[in-house]
């Protein structure tokens, strides 16, 4: 899209030179900015030639001789902007890119505009790019629908509000697999949003291959088994939703702000920084899913590697510190220091990084040692275990300030019980959560929840990992990380060091566990003998007659699953069904909006 559609200009930087590149202004709206902003930065569309990038909402002056790449959903709004961009003359010429397929009546009433005002001849192109959803790495993939779990679980919604949702839902689910570009078979479970979105996005891609001239499905002829798109609904269980993280990514999501691949965290002064996670950061590739003291103890590898590289540069170059390298007088030094300046970028960007994640961690900590996260951690590692005494304990301690993690540790323990918690039990913990500034409306809705969908007997608790361990030793030691980190980081950055910065806290790791979603995904991709879950799940596939059916369909093996959760999800669950991928091919994420745990519970 920009390098205007065509394969000739695909590449703007070859063996870093610049190649004719045609530079161009980039116009899109919220969407479409939230779309690029997710996986490009400035860098990245500069190198493919966009020097301006504006939105198409915003007052934009004339530029005559630059042409103008569109990237926009096909609303009538957007048309009227562009048909006035036209009128205005303000580029040379216009290539129009919908984030999804454009209907015929608001194409006719672009084409109108453009006939009646005489600018038609300016339009260069126009595509469907199939792009409304949001990929912040390659697994995941977000329909940007941050209400579609309250929209579509509230009986009080207008019907056309719900079909809007299930509709957009598909569409999106559509430019997913066009993406792709493999047609999947489809299972869901019976009764609920996940059919009816099931059944349209079915209809859809096999009236495409039925009926379009234009196959947007580039089959892999050398691939022998297609992947299967498993369609969950949020409801199945709200655990996930619910937990304290313990791994960076999730830790980050939960905690401070994670949006569109851009941490944010507070400052002294109630300032807020912004950090982007770019493709290249080696330090998130590794450690994302990493539980938070393995990253810490990364961060102390990385920074003793990145002290000896700098002593090496340092030591070549004759020099006290790094800043003073580039200020070497060339003519007078062996290829030897050539070498050291050569390396001198590679360093530097690798000290960038290592800052961010360490201030990131650093905030982390502050927040993990005032809330007391770790406490909540350990008590839902073991929820089924807790007593009405512990639970009423931790709600009424009054050094746990927040309200949210004490509602959120209840609600895990409600939906993870057999037992019916009696009615007098029920008053006690109502009144503690009131008293301790909890919104009593989040336990209302999973009390109906619970009782609607029989959530009992779908979130069974598993059992516990046998380790070495006590959950004595399992937390020993954390306040001593924080203290640790805490004094490093404040000693002035990279150059405090983390030695013995993990003393004894090396077991603090969280016990594995396969959540409702991986073994709903895990009994799919290989059906078990005995009955499961998702032995009820039905079965489509677009490639054949809607009347075909197979005796086998509910045996057939898949090596590769994209697993979609209408109403949302997290982190939490993406690295559960990561640890499951391990065993596959690979599994994809795809969800309704990637929302927080606050978030949800509001």
Request: aromatic share 8%; proline share 4%; charged share 25%.
């Amino acid at each position: 899209m920009l390098q205007l559609n065509t394969a000739e200009n695909s590449t703007a930087v070859v063996n870093n030179k610049q190649t004719d590149v045609v530079w161009k202004v980039l116009i899109f709206d919220k969407f479409g900015q939230d779309i690029i902003s997710s996986i490009m930065r400035v860098n990245d569309l500069r190198e493919n030639g966009v020097t301006v990038h504006m939105l198409i909402s915003q007052d934009r002056s004339p530029l005559p001789d630059v042409p103008a790449v569109y990237f926009v959903e096909p609303t009538s709004e957007n048309i009227l902007k562009i048909c006035e961009d036209l009128r205005r003359n303000l580029y040379d010429s216009y290539n129009i890119n919908f984030s999804s397929t454009v209907s015929r009546p608001v194409l006719e009433e672009f084409a109108t505009k453009c006939i009646t005002d005489n600018t038609s001849d300016m339009v260069n192109q126009v595509y469907d790019q199939y792009l409304n959803f949001i990929c912040t790495n390659p697994n995941i993939f977000s329909l940007n629908q941050p209400e579609a779990f309250i929209t579509l679980n509230n009986p009080t919604a207008p019907d056309s509000l719900i079909q809007d949702t299930i509709e957009k839902t598909v569409n999106a689910l559509f430019s997913v697999i066009v993406t792709m570009g493999v047609i999947p078979i489809i299972r869901c479970p019976r009764g609920n949003a996940a059919e009816s979105i099931a059944n349209r996005l079915d209809g859809k891609l096999r009236d495409h291959v039925m009926n379009s001239r234009v196959n947007l499905f580039s089959e892999n002829t050398s691939t022998l088994q297609r992947p299967v798109l498993i369609l969950l609904d949020r409801s199945m269980d709200l655990t996930p939703m619910l937990s304290h993280a313990w791994t960076y990514e999730a830790l980050i999501h939960d905690v401070l702000s994670l949006h569109l691949n851009r941490v944010t965290i507070q400052e002294d002064g109630n300032k807020k920084k912004s950090y982007d996670i770019e493709n290249k950061d080696f330090f998130w590739a590794k450690n994302a899913s990493s539980p938070f003291p393995q990253v810490a103890e990364d961060i102390d590898i990385e920074l003793n590697k990145y002290k000896k590289d700098a002593a090496e540069i340092t030591g070549m170059s004759g020099v006290s510190s790094l800043e003073d390298v580039g200020q070497i007088d060339m003519s007078s030094n062996t290829k030897l220091l050539k070498s050291a300046i050569t390396a001198l970028p590679e360093l530097t960007a690798r000290k960038a990084t290592l800052d961010m994640h360490m201030n990131v961690a650093t905030a982390l900590l502050n927040e993990i040692k005032k809330r007391q996260l770790d406490t909540f951690f350990q008590l839902e590692e073991n929820i089924t275990r807790q007593t009405k005494t512990s639970l009423l304990d931790i709600i009424n301690d009054k050094e746990k300030t927040n309200p949210e993690d004490k509602m959120r540790l209840f609600l895990i323990y409600y939906l993870s019980t057999a037992d019916e918690i009696s009615k007098e039990d029920m008053e006690t913990y109502e009144q503690a959560l009131a008293e301790a500034g909890c919104e009593i409306e989040a336990l209302h809705y999973i009390k109906r929840v619970r009782a609607l969908m029989r959530m009992t007997s779908m979130i069974s608790s598993p059992p516990q990992l046998q380790t070495g361990f006590s959950q004595n030793d399992l937390f020993r030691g954390f306040s001593t990380i924080g203290n640790k980190l805490s004094d490093r980081l404040k000693e002035g950055g990279l150059g405090g060091g983390f030695e013995n910065l993990l003393s004894g806290v090396k077991n603090l790791l969280p016990t594995r566990k396969e959540l409702v979603s991986s073994k709903i995904v895990s009994d799919i991709m290989t059906p078990p003998n005995e009955a499961s879950k998702a032995s009820d799940y039905l079965y489509f596939d677009p490639k054949l007659s809607k009347n075909t059916k197979s005796h086998r369909q509910n045996k057939l093996t898949f090596q590769e699953a994209i697993v979609f959760v209408v109403g949302g999800g997290n982190y939490v669950e993406y690295q559960n069904l990561q640890e499951l991928a391990m065993v596959y091919v690979y599994s994809i994420y795809t969800l309704c909006d990637m929302l927080n745990e606050f978030i949800f519970i509001v």
